[in-house]
């Protein structure tokens, strides 16, 4: 379904502060990304839940890199343990 030459996917739910947080965070880093709120979107929540095993939010996906009910701080820390998806990204 998806790889590498897509977009990365933030899953969130309306409302959700995290979520919130992880979106501005994105946004102020440039990256061009795919948003689905999970509570208006029934695929895309079926998705998370396959991706993540969890039906928590904010989730990230970007081909195998899948960080799923994250901080800023802990996704920081996932791109950290991942440099090269971080510089596929641009991220780094």
Not at 22 to 29: I, M, P, Y
Not at 80 to 86: E, F, L, S, Y
């Amino acid at each position: 379904m998806t790889n590498h030459s897509s977009k990365p996917t933030l899953y969130i739910k309306s409302g959700c502060p995290w979520c919130r947080e992880a979106d501005n965070f994105l946004r102020s880093k440039g990256l061009s990304y795919e948003v689905r709120d999970v509570l208006i979107d029934p695929a895309a929540a079926r998705r998370m839940q396959q991706l993540t095993g969890q039906t928590l939010t904010p989730s990230f996906e970007y081909g195998d890199f899948v960080v799923a009910d994250f901080s800023v701080e802990e996704f920081v820390s996932a791109l950290r343990q991942n440099p090269a998806k971080a510089e596929e990204l641009g991220l780094a």
